[in-house]
């Protein structure tokens, strides 16, 4: 089952600027994770936030997360056309001792050179 | 050890045929997730496993749909009689356990069902 909505759904920039992507899920959550995926290929991890974290960096990518509007953001400063990618939220919710990842839709981020 | 290795990379198969996709994971991973792919969509949650234990399996599986991990180690996916709606990328996670830690992918494995 889907729980993450990401928006926009396609966000297309031009190569310097900045891209930004929203998360938005239903339930409690222990982490919410980022991820990336070139066309037809596997997800590659970016960043964790956890549950009691509100902001975290980690290169160029800043994730921020406001638990009590069950969002989050990420965004990639000064993109590059090798930004060009899917990218994935997925959280870890609080229930249960199964701890699997409950993904979104995605969002394709297209940066043009 | 150079990640999740899932092979074949791509399958072509006639309808009602059986499939089987095999997941190595990292080595000292004990928690293996299969995950199915459609275009434009995100990951859709397969099945579990932590050791050779499967601890959930999805509603998404029909009885067509098995998968194992015998000694904790590498894991199969056996799709039977298999139907169009099957064609999909399948994608084979592992992680170290624990919460807060993040699941390493493979390249999946691209099924196509003519």
């Known amino acids: 089952s889907q729980q993450g909505e990401e928006d926009p759904q396609a966000l297309s920039i031009q190569e310097g600027e900045n891209a930004t992507m929203n998360c938005s899920y239903k339930?409690?959550?222990?982490?919410l994770q980022w991820y990336r995926q070139n066309s037809g290929r596997g997800l590659v991890h970016l960043i964790l936030?956890?549950?009691n974290e509100r902001e975290k960096h980690s290169g160029r990518l800043r994730v921020t997360l406001d638990t009590s509007k069950k969002s989050s953001s990420l965004l990639i400063t000064a993109s590059r056309a090798a930004d060009t990618a899917s990218y994935f939220c997925?959280?870890?919710?609080?229930?249960?001792?199964?701890?699997?990842?409950?993904w979104g839709l995605g969002t394709s981020l297209a940066v043009n050179p | 050890d150079t990640g999740v290795s899932q092979n074949p990379r791509h399958k072509i198969t006639k309808r009602g045929q059986n499939v089987t996709f095999r997941c190595d994971p990292i080595?000292?991973?004990?928690?293996l997730y299969w995950y199915r792919q459609t275009l434009g969509q995100g990951p859709e949650f397969l099945t579990y496993?932590?050791?050779?234990?499967?601890?959930?399996k999805s509603r998404l599986l029909s009885d067509r749909f098995s998968a194992e991990r015998p000694k904790g180690s590498f894991s199969t996916l056996e799709i039977q009689r298999t139907e169009q709606g099957d064609s999909a990328m399948y994608l084979c996670?592992?992680?170290?356990?624990?919460?807060?830690?993040?699941?390493?992918f493979g390249q999946g494995t691209r099924l196509t069902v003519v």
């Open positions: 080595s000292e991973h004990n928690r």
């Open positions: 936030i956890r549950s």
């Open positions: 996670a592992s992680s170290a356990g624990g919460v807060s830690t993040e699941a390493f």
């Open positions: 496993f932590q050791n050779e234990a499967q601890l959930e």
């Open positions: 339930t409690s959550i222990n982490n």
């Open positions: 997925a959280t870890v919710n609080n229930a249960g001792n199964n701890r699997k990842l409950i």
